[in-house]
């Protein structure tokens, strides 16, 4: 995280890919917010697809959404925003609305 904020993008993601190899082969075991953070880094270092990728694999995960809800909620809009970068306005709007679904009734 210390790399991220300083925008030390390479490193940041080589850190992030390094801890998330360290996780065991268990599925319960792979934190979303672990690939939160590498989706974060290659979202601010403008590798989009990279960070479509990964918030798309938090998203698609059935382990993790208890413990790490906001994360899997806060996924839909990184992705809307994403697809409206690229263009995607159908695709940006669909992701939006899944995320305000997830968080109409959060804390403020």
């Known amino acids: 995280m210390i790399e991220l904020k300083q925008k030390n993008f390479a490193n940041a ?27 974060t880094a290659y979202y601010a270092s403008g590798n989009f697809d990279k960070a479509q990728a990964e918030y798309e ?14 994360v899997y909620a806060l996924s839909f809009y990184e992705l809307g925003k994403i697809y409206e970068q690229k263009g995607w306005k159908g695709k940006a709007i669909e992701q939006y609305e899944k995320f305000l679904a997830l968080w109409k009734d959060a804390d403020p």
Do not use: M, W
């Not at 319960?28 to 917010?33: E, H, I």
């Open 13 to 39: 993601i080589k850190n992030f890919k390094e801890a998330l190899a360290l996780q065991s082969d268990n599925p319960g075991d792979k934190r979303a917010d672990y690939v939160e953070s590498l989706a």
């Open 57 to 70: 694999r938090i998203t698609s995960a059935s382990a993790g959404r208890i413990d790490y809800g906001d």
